[in-house]
DNA sequence: CTCCAGGCGCCTT
DNA sequence: AAGGCGCATGGA
């Protein structure tokens, strides 16, 4: 019986059923994590490592299409983080009043594990843009320099990320011409010292939090708010803290209402006070701030 | 029209 | 160490 699973789980399909729970699906791929998700009637067609898929919530889980038959879903569960107890991780945070406010805002949300290149590159061009702007960038991107894969339906096409070597080999006017502004000579340059191999991404893995983002750090166009992002978003260090505007703003009106606290008191707070999975506290902040604003 | 957006690098104190 | 400013672009 096990056997027969094992068999029939081998076989490649073009479709599967991860189940979760505590997941809020269309909301985790909006929250201005990852740049690459459109709804398109009632599920969600994006681009993970190459491979086109669409995603669409379901009582008890989440149901995967590809265009191409796959054989080993791990990409995908990686990507979805699908086998990650939120409660566990809840239980984790602070007991305080803007955390259970900010939870009772967004149940579901969840972190995704990205690609950290994409990662990478996609945070780079997001220094001072709204996340539909940032989405309209990545977008023409890909569309120019990505390699084109299939999608399910026929003769429609969509595009994978371009590579950091492809990026290198481009010139700053062609990156120019997707609209990133000032920001096309910080991912050239980002993008050469890792198609030289000056630095090797794959390994940051490896390395304590402290280290890997002292070597994001030093790439051309990368802060310490978007080493944080990378470390959280691509690598799953999950006590990284970004901290922009939004979380300045929640962090200022929520833990400190009476007095004016600089960015980097900001930054050593955040550090003490939300603990191990500090960068799903800030997740959860970061989206209840904009919720909150929208009216 | 002005203001500001999931910042960073460089130049002053 | 800490603060101010310019940077491209587009939406509100």
Redo the contacts with the bound molecule.
Sequence with gaps: MDSDREKLASVPSHQITLPVRDYDLGLTLS???AFRWQAVEGEWEGVIRGHWVSLKPVPGGIVARTARPVRDWDWLREYLRADEDLNSVVSHFPRDPAIHAALAACPGLRLLRQDPWECLAS??L?????????Q?IVAKLCERWGEAIPTADGDRLAYAFPSAETVAALEERDL?EC????????LLQTARIIAEGKLDLEELSQLTVGTARERL?????????????VL??GYGFQEA???????L?ALQQLYFPKRQV????MREFSRGHFGRFAGYA??YL??YM?TQNRQ
């Design positions: 929250s201005g994590q945070f780079i997001s220094s001072t843009k709204q996340i539909v702007q940032i309209q120019r609209k990133m502004g000032f920001r096309a000579a910080y750090e030093s790439l051309p166009g990368v802060g310490p708010k978007i080493a944080d992002c959280l978003f803290f970004p901290v922009d505007v939004w979380i703003k600089t960015l980097r008191q800030q997740q970061f989206h904009r």
